[in-house]
């Protein structure tokens, strides 16, 4: 399963250098793009938990959405020199992405289940972050 997206990276992004095995697909890609996608894939769980009556899990999950596209932002813009309301529109296609992959692999990857589609997209982000923090960039 991989959380990468068509888009080339530009020569300044910051660049993934891996975590685990599980997230060793995303290895090169520009952070920024893979936060994107992940508070896509955060936000998309957040609605499907609200509209399932789980408000405590709901708000979790946008929260980690919402700092995953902080990230985003952030990071398009110390990278590429953008400027928030152009790194926001830079990063909005990964998070469509995002949104869209997410509700795939709840829906018809066996939901929210451990050993679900779903669930290995949530480790590969949760992957993503404690490596980003690692590296000092947060």
Not at 16 to 24: A, D, I, N
Not at 52 to 68: E, I, M, N, S
Not at 88 to 109: C, E, F, N, V
């Amino acid at each position: 399963m991989t959380l990468v997206i068509a888009t080339p990276a530009a020569a300044a992004d910051l660049l993934y250098p891996g975590g685990t095995l599980l997230s060793e697909d995303a290895v090169g890609q520009p952070v920024w793009l893979l936060q994107a996608h992940c508070a896509g894939l955060f936000g998309v769980t957040s609605n499907v938990l609200s509209e399932r009556g789980d408000p405590a899990g709901a708000g979790a999950a946008k929260a980690r959405g919402v700092a995953f596209f902080n990230d985003a932002i952030d990071r398009l813009m110390r990278d590429r020199g953008l400027s928030r309301a152009a790194a926001m529109k830079a990063a909005s296609g990964a998070l469509d992405t995002g949104r869209a992959s997410g509700l795939q692999h709840i829906r018809y990857g066996g939901g929210f289940a451990s050993r679900s589609r779903w669930n290995t997209a949530r480790s590969i982000c949760l992957d993503v972050a404690d490596v980003y923090k690692s590296i000092g960039y947060r």
